[in-house]
């Protein structure tokens, strides 16, 4: 069965970084674009950054736009996400997700979906 595990969360104090990972398996990996989406306690769900199946198209929301960095490495079945600059609102569980619908910017665009990793930025 497809599986999605992200790593990387945990404490950093604003200013700092973090690089999260998501590791895939049980699908083809490059046939799938991949997502990471973050959903802050009381809020709903909301996209982060895409990065298409050969790698050379990325999206990113503009609340992190200049401050995040997606790649992946289809050798590895693995995609990253690196982020710096990081402040409180930043402070959310952050979901690794792999679509192949091409609609990279909705949660509906994506089929599968890993169980998340926290990142929590203190002041």
């Known amino acids: 069965q497809v599986q999605l595990v992200e790593s990387g969360g945990g404490l950093v104090q604003a200013g700092g970084s973090l690089r999260l990972s998501c590791a895939a398996s049980?699908?083809?990996?490059?046939?799938?674009?991949m997502g990471w989406f973050r959903q802050a306690p009381g809020k709903e769900r909301e996209f982060v950054a895409a990065n298409s199946r050969g790698g050379t198209l990325k999206y990113y929301a503009d609340s992190v736009k200049g401050r995040y960095t997606i790649s992946r490495d289809n050798t590895k079945n693995m995609v990253y996400l690196q982020m710096n600059s990081l402040n409180p609102e930043d402070t959310a569980v952050y979901y690794c997700?792999?679509?192949?619908?091409?609609?990279?910017?909705?949660?509906?665009?994506?089929?599968?979906w890993g169980q998340g990793t926290q990142v929590t930025v203190s002041s």
């Open positions: 997700a792999a679509g192949s619908s091409g609609d990279a910017l909705r949660m509906g665009g994506y089929d599968y």
């Open positions: 049980g699908l083809t990996f490059s046939r799938y674009g």
